[in-house]
Every structure is written in C-alpha cells, then in structure tokens.
C-alpha cells in the first residue's frame, strides 16, 4: 500500500472517508455509553437526563440493587445453559437438516422444501404452540426455549444454500477414497463450511440469549426464570413501587441501564470469539481445471 | 476407516443418549415440586387434607421467593390461628405488561390458576365464556372484605347483574381514598413570582402566565412554561394528564366521560362546555403557556422536565409530593428550596371545579377460576387475611411488626423500617396481597398528606363507566376524539371544527354507542 503513491484527490477522499466513518462509529457506540454512564451515576442525575459523556456523581447502586436480588444468579446460569445448549443443538440440527436437502439426489426433496418454507410463511399461533409444548411436558421447563428453536428454517436455508455451493468434485473425490457419506459430512463438509455454522451460531444464540417472550409465555417459576424475564420484572417493578406511592429510594432509570448493560456485556463477548470464522476463502483453490 | 465410522456413531449416540437424560430429568424436576409438594403437605396434616390454592398475581416482584418464604408460614399461622386450617397457596408472578397474553394462554389451554388477577374487559369475555366462577353468595361470606369494598367498585365488577370478581377495597382513614390526582404545583415558583395559590380559572391564568413570562426559576431566561401535561392514554377514561382534567372539571364535564342532559346521558366531548374548554386551552397554547410538545410527553420525559424546572404546574399524581418520590429528590438536589404542593383545582365561570374519577375497580380486581374445587375453603382464606390483626397494624401489607415497620397506635401510622423489595423477599406486601386493601397509613408527611386529601374532596363523577358493544365496535372514537383535541388546541384547526367533530363522532359510530350507553343505563 506505502509504496503506491496517492494522488492529492485520494488523500482528500482518504481524509473525509476516515473522518465520516469515525462520526459513524461515535453514533453507533453513543446510545451503548450512554447506557454506561447513566447505570453508573447516580439516579437523581439521570433523572434529569441531557447529555452523559461520563457518569455523573459515580457510584454502582443500581448494580446493587439489580445483582443483589435472590435470583438473578439462577437467571444467569438458565441463560448461559438455554444459550450454550440451544445452539449447540439448534446448529446440529439445521446442518444435518440442511446438508441432504442440498443435494440434488434426495428423493422427495421438493416436498421436504415444501414442509420446511410453509412454516417459514405461516405461523401456528402462540396458542396451538403452547398447547404442543404443553403436550410434550416441556411446560416450565427450559427446553421449551431451546427445542421450539433448533430448526429454524430460515438458518436451515441459508445452510442449504451454502452447502449447494461447496464444489460436488471435494465430495467426488473423498468419496472414491472411500469415505462414507456420515464421514464426508463430519469430517470434509462441517469444517469447510465454519463461516456459516459460526454465523447461525451467532443468530441463535443472540436469539436465545435475548429470547424474552417465549421465557414469559412457557416459564412459571421463577428458579426457572431466564436473565430478559427476570430483568423485565426488575424494570417494572421499579415503576409499580412508584405508582404505589411506597418506599422510593430506587430510580428507574438507572435500574433500567444498568439492567441493560448487564444483558448485553455476555452476548457481546460472543462477536470476537466468532469474528475470525467469517472468512471464506478457505475453500479457494481445492478444485483445479 | 471402519473402526473411526464407529467411533463417530458411538460419540454421536452417547451424546444423544446424554441429551434425552438431561431432557428428562429436567423435566422431571420441573413437573413434580408441585405434585410432591402438594402430596407431602397432606401427609404432615394427617388426618385432614390441605388444599393448595394455585394463584396467579399481575405483579413484578422478582426478589419473591418461589417458595413464599417466611411470609407464606406466617401467612398460613395467621389463618390458622383465626380458624382457617387446611389451606397452602403457590403464587406465581407475571409481569404487568405480560400479564393478559399469559392469561389468555393458560384460559385457551384450559390451565387456569384458582385465583388470578383480571382486566374488568377480559372479566367480560371470560364470564361469557363460562370461565368464572359466580361470586354473589361467595363475596357474602367476607366479613372483613366487607367492610373495605366499596359498593361502586362491586357493582361495576358485576357482568349481566352478577359479580365475577373481587375489587379492591380501602380502609376508612381519609388518605386512604381511591383518588390521588390533581394539579401539582411549583410552591416556591408561586413565591418567586409573588402569586397566592390560584383559586379560580382566572387566578390560574394568571398564575401560568407568570411562570411563563416571569421566569419564576430566577436564572434570567425565558426558558420555563407554566402549565405541562401528557400523551393521551386512549384505553382509559379518566385521563386527567392527558386532558388537563381540572381546566375541564372547572366547567364541570370531563371529555371522556357520559353526563346527564335532560334526563339523557351524552358523551362529555360533545357538550358544549368541551368547546369553551377548547376555546380556553387554545388560547392558553397560543400565548405559549402551555408546554408545546405537551400531546408527544411520555411520563419518562415529563418527569425528566419537572425535575429540570422546566414546567410549573402539570396534572400528576399526589405522590411527587412524597419527599422519598424520586422526581422531588432530584428536583431538591438541584434547586434545595423547590416545593411541590397539590392545589384545590381552579373554580370555572359557573362555580364548578373537580378533577375526573377514577374508574371503579381500577385498582385491581381478582376472580375465581369456574374448575376451581373448592372455592368455599378460598374465599374463607382470602377473607381471614384482611382481618386486622389485634395490635391494629398492617400484617399482610407489610410483614412483621418491629422487622418490617413500627406501628404507633396513638396517632395510627406506620412507619415501614424496609423498602418494599426487603417486604417482598419475606414474602409479603404486594405478591401476597390477594384482595388488596389501600393502606396508606405510612402517609405522614403533611403536604403529602393534605394533597390526597385534596385530590379526594373535589370529583366530577362519570355516570356510566361500564362498556356496552358498540364501543368494542367502534374503538376509533377515542382517537377521533384526541387527534381533534390536539390539534384544535394547538390551533391547527380553527375552534368551530369542533362542531365538525361532533358531527362525525355521531357518524362514526357514536350515536349508536350512545343509544345502547342510554338503554343500558335506564335498567
């Protein structure tokens, strides 16, 4: 890069692009610090709102109140396993449903196609999907979040579509070494295909660890409560006491940000983990002439 | 080649097999705390037969503990004690917001808890649908619940002339009564700008104008209005935040309300006292009295203007008065001499004032599932936890004596030693406050306490709070009404508009919905 010379006009265009995307950049990361600052200072303060550049009179009440409740730990360890769990089976599941359908010999396919994008159109409804989950015993049962998940067949289609596009000559070629179809999926197609099982990765398991609706719907007891429904519960009971006109000595605001960053700070951690497989070119070069 | 096959299908089905163990015992725990529970439970009573009350609370809790804690043992001693033996409850919580999808759900999938927490609307359609079970003879049999409920609030928990839930109930002291609303004013402003208290619409003028203009918070800038309010919650009625309920309490109609014309009820936006509000309002917002993104307000950035001193007076509940309210704290942190008080609502041209009631059974109603088994034994139970204990303190309200509060009796007031999160996790106060009693005896600080008084002296009283069809039919007459309010208001439209929004509120479904209000109301 040193050694091309710039002209004048790309230096300029070099200088409002770094600048422009460096704005960009502050916009995006503001409303995240905001949030920081705001669960740091203290409430009267962020009551009054306006512009946070750094907490304003810092202290870690609300953290406090929100990490010192009996069940938040319960809800971390039910998030961390719905999370973990689900899409380690949300993944297997959607590769293994995903790889015959990619391959133009599968008897039945169209059919197959057929079942799997009508659900993608047409919804069954919270309720005929609560009596099902009801029916299989999963009824306040963390798997009720992890099973109604692992086949979503969005990521089932977007796995497909990536498997058709591996070279059938790799398969060819590992098959007339002898390799059985099981072994050529496990050992040839899953390693090729890191980039998209590490973007479905990161789709579900965003999904799961965010997953706040099915929580309320399929979870009664509160030992069972993952981290959205019982961080949910915190937020609003911060606004009942205060419509009750009881015992004030929380504010909402700072609960509510401070609610956030916790939820948020595990699931970021995912994205660098995860960044280093979003490279595709490992397969450049297997299939010559 | 053969041995690695192998190995891959022996990992894989190990890992299968160690998924569906995982599932199952899982499941298991999930499934029999209830039933083991319940089971162990008869067998400790021997002889007789415990009965576990599911009970579903519209509540966020969170620091409740799943197994009711000490509360539900102090609880269920209290009911033994007072003669109801043979009771156990499991309360579950679910989120305010939640709370009607969940409900619907377990309705739909015929899962009803014995007791839950109900809308007066989903009150409606489930006694339709025969999921309510009827509580006449049952409420007869509450002694002490008795003695709380307001007739109002029983009669409009009734559907088709039977009731179908248990309303609220309050106790005798007068901070105790339903209302809590009313202006809330700047006292201190009040002094900086050398104005009394307004008593009628035009000392209120006056009053606003001075907080606009005189810039009452002395900082030398024109940067303060005099009177805030708030978006229009369209599912309610009594609106006063939205609606500036004293300025129209001062003409004596509310906009949302039905009032008696000549022996025939009439929807309040269409009297003709509306359009002098109007008329008033729109004057008010032209002189920039009135703060001018008052329509778009969420309670969030109101509170956030109130405590900036941005606002002078706003419609608002008693409790920014409560020195412990977190808007008066952050208010004094920045100006230390700030004041909040309540105000007499100002005294229109006819001698009318008031504020809009609140709609009865508000608070928060209760039924009885109809599959509940023995909802004898539960009315007993519920019933025996209102009566009051014999040092005359709270006891399901707010725990233990000494622990969680003192109790003077002299004066009669409490003073809470814990928050309502410490109450919680014992097990106590709201999760546990199945019918629930306002008792607000820990009120002693005296503006607060002399502004619920007030919000409770003056009320404009609605005649018809029930729903008939033709409002489910039309639910685009609030909106109509609003979006003619805001915009007359804020002189988008000219005043005599009014007139073309009364011609199509009867077009569009309002004069049917007043026909059936009326034949509804003649019974």
């Known amino acids: ?289 | 080649m053969k041995k690695s096959m192998q190995q891959i299908m022996t990992v894989a089905l190990s890992l299968l097999l160690v998924i569906a163990m995982v599932g199952c015992s899982d499941k298991q725990s999930g499934d029999t705390p209830q039933n083991g529970e319940q089971g162990e439970k008869a067998g400790e009573a021997g002889q007789q037969e415990t009965v576990t009350f599911k009970i579903l609370r519209k509540i966020s809790a969170p620091e409740y503990p799943a197994d009711g804690g000490v509360g539900r043992t102090l609880l269920l001693e209290y009911a033994a004690k007072n003669g109801v033996t043979g009771v156990d409850f499991k309360v579950d919580t679910v989120a305010p917001n939640e709370y009607d999808s969940k409900l619907n759900l377990l309705a739909a999938s015929g899962e009803l808890p014995d007791y839950f927490a109900i809308t007066l609307k989903t009150m409606n359609r489930f006694a339709e649908e025969d999921f309510l079970m009827e509580l006449d003879s049952l409420a007869e049999k509450m002694p002490n619940a008795q003695k709380y409920w307001r007739p109002e609030d029983l009669e409009a928990a009734k559907y088709k002339g039977k009731l179908y839930a248990f309303p609220g109930g309050y106790r005798p002291e007068p901070v105790n009564r339903p209302y809590a609303g009313g202006f809330v004013v700047r006292k201190d402003w009040l002094e900086n700008v050398g104005l009394e208290k307004p008593e009628t619409l035009d000392d209120f003028y006056h009053v606003i104008k001075a907080f606009t203009l005189n810039d009452p918070d002395q900082n030398g800038e024109n940067d303060t209005y005099g009177l805030g309010a708030q978006k229009a919650d369209l599912s309610i009625m009594d609106n006063n935040e939205a609606y500036f309920g004293g300025i129209f309490g001062a003409y004596g109609v509310f906009p949302t309300f039905w009032h008696e014309r000549d022996g025939q009820l009439k929807h309040g936006s269409t009297l003709p006292e509306t359009k002098e509000v109007l008329a008033l309002l729109q004057t008010w917002y032209k002189e920039k009295l009135i703060e001018p993104e008052f329509m778009i307000m969420d309670k969030k950035q109101r509170e956030e203007r109130m405590s900036n001193s941005k606002v002078g007076i706003v419609p608002a509940d008693a409790w920014y008065l409560n020195p412990r309210n977190s808007v008066n704290r952050s208010l004094k942190q920045a100006v230390p001499e700030a004041e909040l008080i309540l105000i007499e609502p100002p005294k229109g041209p006819k001698g009318h004032m008031g504020w809009a009631s609140k709609a009865p059974g508000y608070s928060e109603i209760n039924a009885i599932s109809a599959q509940c088994e023995h909802p004898e034994l539960l009315v007993k139970f519920l019933d025996v936890l209102l009566k009051e204990p014999e040092s005359g303190g709270p006891f399901v309200n707010a725990g233990i004596e000494g622990e969680s509060f003192t109790y003077d009796q002299s004066t009669n007031t409490v003073n809470f030693i814990q928050t309502s999160k410490e109450q919680w996790a014992m097990g106590f106060a709201h999760p546990v406050q199945f019918i629930k009693v306002v008792d607000r005896r820990w009120v002693t600080e005296p503006t607060l306490k002399q502004g619920l008084e007030i919000a409770n002296q003056y009320v404009i009283e609605n005649d018809f709070w029930k729903t008939v069809p033709a409002m489910r039919d039309y639910p685009d007459l609030a909106k109509l009404w609003n979006k003619y309010f805001v915009e007359i208001v804020c002189g988008e439209r000219p005043l005599d508009d009014w007139e073309e929004y009364v011609a199509k509120w009867y077009k569009q479904g309002g004069a049917e919905v007043e026909k059936q209000v009326n034949e509804q109301w003649k019974k």
């Open chain 1, 1 to 289: 890069m040193a050694l091309i010379k710039k002209s004048f006009g790309g230096k300029v265009f070099d200088i409002c692009n770094t600048i422009f995307l460096i704005l960009l950049g502050i916009i995006t990361f503001y409303p995240f610090w905001y949030e920081v600052c705001i669960s740091f200072s203290k409430g009267e303060q962020a009551l009054r709102g306006g512009l946070f550049f750094w907490p304003k009179d810092f202290t870690i009440e609300a953290y406090k109140v929100v990490l010192g409740g009996q069940y938040i730990w319960q809800a971390f360890r039910n998030s961390f396993f719905v999370t973990i769990v689900g899409t380690v089976i949300g993944v297997m599941i959607t590769a293994s449903l995903a790889y015959p359908m990619a391959k133009r010999t599968l008897p039945g396919k169209k059919i197959l196609t057929v079942f799997i994008l009508a659900t993608l159109l047409f919804h069954g409804g919270i309720i005929p999907t609560y009596l099902t989950v009801r029916k299989l015993g999963l009824v306040n049962s963390l798997w009720a979040l992890i099973l109604l998940g692992a086949a979503n067949p969005f990521n089932v289609m977007v796995m497909r579509n990536f498997f058709a596009n591996i070279p059938e000559e790799i398969e060819e070629s590992a098959f007339i070494d002898g390799a059985s179809p099981i072994r050529i999926f496990t050992v040839l197609i899953l390693p090729l295909s890191m980039p998209v099982i590490a973007t479905i990765s990161l789709w579900l398991s965003v999904f799961l660890w965010n997953d706040f609706f099915r929580g309320v719907m399929f979870l009664n007891d509160r030992t069972k409560f993952v981290l959205p429904v019982l961080l949910r519960e915190i937020i609003q009971s911060e606004s009942q006491i205060q419509s009750d006109g009881r015992m004030t000595e929380t504010i909402t605001q700072t609960i509510t940000a401070s609610t956030v960053v916790i939820a948020l700070i595990p699931i970021l951690c995912v994205y660098p983990f995860l960044q280093k497989y979003f490279v595709k070119g490992v397969m450049v070069g297997s299939v010559k002439g």
